[in-house]
């Protein structure tokens, strides 16, 4: 299946070019209402249908003989009474039932021509809508500040399936409902143009309050599709973080949401079934009304001329072909059409980032300076409401030019504290500010760059690999980074910036030398390194430590060896909810905990080489170096002592 361009067109929000977002009272604000995901869906259908007006065609050649099946069927019954049995006239009247037979076969050959176009109208737009959600989905998780959650798996299964047979269904509907009209319509008209004044007004009525259902029905089923992704998300937490959840003592707490998702799911149904419902009267006008008139009005008709073989055709176009073709497309307009502008809105809609376009990462132009980089303010954080916190009322001030360490055993809230500073979950309690703003008022990955223990790097060029958070970034800032990292001898190995590579064959040192190459890039005024150094060797480390620190920026590194916090300008000691920020030499005077960290560390002899290892090589063993800091130091009291801050 060939690709099309109004339906995998890449997500509108890509790194690369991102829209200035969309404001209260900008026109060109992004219209949440129905009648804006009709506009949109619409624009982008145009250029999808025009791209198959072929197969439109041979569709519409097909329905041609449906419409003549129609047509003869209803006036050979009329002429078979008319000009046949009630004239005396067997043989004319056997004829024209004869003529309303044959005239079905050629429908036959229309279904199966009709079916094989419908193929290439619902599979390409299939197709698309699982090949957009995934674009999008892996353009999310790459450049947003969350991971990517099973909200998308709910598009790429259960809303794509929608989509898809809610296209063909109304394709197939509308179809049938337009040619098998338009032969009754023709068929009555040819019989006596009265036969009209009497059917149209109910199937005009029961078409226009019909259509007065569609908004409300499709605000309901918007609804609908709200609780079914929330219910999908929380599912696909709930099953990733089990572990958390009954470590945390929070199974109550997840229940009771289930809970509240599930109703809230629930009820959206129940709205959207009582609208369906409504539905049943404008069905009953529009299909059940025009042959009780019809009988009505029997009397009337035939005293204006109207013979007994033309008022039973017209009961035959109604009861048989009329009513069918009208309650077919108004039921799946009812059930899948409004579902199908929903589903295709949130395939189509923009998303709008509240990020001044002046202050994208992408253009390589820094923000505006600020006194204050970042900002913890009584942060607390935990993992359930009965859980002890793993941050408890934490402050903490980073300025530009910051080289802050956090030291403390393992599991005590190191990775969580860079998650919190960093944006990716959020606090509990207390504020994380960035530039002197809430932390949610601006764009993530503008303000900071996040590297983790296992670096990601992509198949490509190292070119690229570096440029990854800075596409304009020229030759020489990229050659400058490659020589403050060191990553020389690895350009040399791979034979340069632009031979292409295969990730698979960089050690996880080479994998981290590369990220945090893209890292020393970009212009993030935040740095934040979560044990990102931890598969170099220490001269390695040192070097792309002492790099990063260079920047104009402020640098917060989870130290992987103690090493990292004698070169930092201030050490933050965690020890579970107490903490403890100063000086190197001021922690090993009043930190007792710090002294116990320093006690089990000695001082490595400098390494001579400064390259990570070799794929496949063994990590080198020296006594003298332990790999990571103690998981759990020996217990000693910890006495706190005052917040050393350079800046006052």
């Known amino acids: 299946m060939t690709p099309d361009p109004a339906v995998d067109a890449p997500p509108r929000h890509s790194p690369a ?22 506009r949109r869906v619409g624009r982008e259908a145009r250029p999808f249908l025009r791209a198959r007006t072929r197969v439109i065609r041979r569709m519409t050649g097909w329905s041609l003989l449906e419409f003549g099946q129609t047509f003869l069927s209803g006036y050979a019954v009329a002429r078979s009474l008319d000009a046949g049995f009630l004239d005396s006239e067997p043989t004319v009247g056997l004829i024209w039932l004869g003529v309303a037979a044959v005239a079905t076969l050629p429908a036959v050959l229309a279904t199966r021509g009709v079916f094989g176009g419908l193929a290439d109208l619902v599979e390409p737009l299939r197709d698309g809508l699982v090949r957009r959600a995934v674009a999008r989905a892996m353009d999310g998780a790459m450049t947003g500040p969350t991971p990517a959650t099973t909200r998308s798996v709910s598009q790429v299964t259960h809303q794509s399936e929608i989509a898809r ?8 509907s509308l179809r049938a409902f337009v040619f098998t009209s338009a032969g009754a319509v023709a068929g009555m008209a040819a019989l006596s143009p009265l036969l009209l004044l009497v059917v149209l007004p109910p199937l005009l009525l029961g078409l226009g309050l019909f259509l007065a259902t569609l908004i409300p029905m499709a605000a309901r089923q918007r609804a609908y599709l709200d609780a079914d992704e929330a219910f999908a998300a929380h599912a696909g937490q709930t099953a990733s973080a089990l572990r958390d959840i009954a470590a945390a003592g929070a199974a109550e707490r997840t229940v009771e949401q289930g809970h509240k998702i599930a109703g809230d ?30 009988l009505f009005s029997a009397d009337w008709l035939m005293r204006n001329g109207l013979t007994t073989g033309a008022l039973l055709g017209a009961f035959t176009y109604l009861t048989q072909f009329l009513a069918p073709a009208v309650h077919a497309f108004l039921s799946v307009i009812g059930q899948a059409g409004g579902r199908l502008v929903v589903v295709l809105d949130r395939f189509t809609r923009p998303v709008s980032l509240p990020l001044p376009p002046e202050a994208h990462p992408a253009h390589g132009r820094p923000l505006p300076p600020a006194p204050v980089t970042a900002e913890l303010r009584s942060v607390s954080f935990a993992y359930g409401p009965s859980a002890r916190p793993v941050l408890d009322r934490l402050d903490l001030t980073l300025r530009p030019g910051d080289h802050v360490a956090v030291v403390g055993p393992s599991g005590s809230g190191k990775s969580t504290l860079a998650a919190v500073l ?70 040399d190995r791979l034979g340069g910036l632009d031979a292409p590579f295969d990730p698979l064959r960089l050690s996880q040192g080479e994998r981290q030398l590369v990220a945090l190459g893209r890292a020393c890039l970009t212009t993030a005024p935040l740095l934040v390194l979560d044990e990102a150094t931890s598969e170099l060797d220490p001269a390695a480390e040192a070097r792309a430590e002492s790099a990063l620190a260079d920047r104009a920026g402020a640098l917060v590194v989870i130290a992987h060896r103690l090493t990292s916090a004698a070169r930092a300008r201030r050490v933050l000691v965690m020890d579970g909810t107490t903490t403890v920020c100063g000086t190197p030499a001021e ?16 001082p490595e002899t400098p390494a001579p080489s400064r390259t990570p290892r070799a794929p496949g090589t063994p990590a080198p063993r020296d006594t003298a170096v332990p790999p990571t800091l103690p998981p759990s130091p020996s217990p000693s009291p910890s006495r706190p002592i005052p917040t050393a801050d350079p800046h006052g």
Do not use: K
């Open 17 to 38: 070019a991102v829209a200035p977002p969309a404001r209260q009272g900008d026109p060109a604000a992004v219209d949440h209402t129905e009648t804006g995901a009709l």
């Open 422 to 491: 960093a944006g990716v979950v959020p606090p509990t309690g207390g504020e994380v500010r960035w530039l002197g703003r809430p932390a949610g008022e601006l764009e993530p990955t503008a303000v900071r760059t996040l590297l983790p223990q296992r670096a990601y790097v992509f198949s490509g060029t190292l070119r690229d690999n570096l440029r990854y958070l800075r596409p304009d970034a020229r030759d020489p800032e990229i050659a400058a980074a490659v020589e403050a990292i060191g990553l020389g001898p690895l350009v």
């Open 265 to 294: 799911q629930a009820a959206a149904a129940r709205s959207l079934a009582r609208w369906a419902a409504a539905r049943v009267l404008a069905l009953a006008v529009c299909g059940g009304l025009p042959p009780l008139l019809l």
């Open 165 to 172: 047979d809610g296209w063909g269904g109304l394709v197939m």
């Open 587 to 602: 922690l090993l005077a009043g930190s007792a905990l710090y002294r116990d960290l320093t006690g089990l560390w000695t």
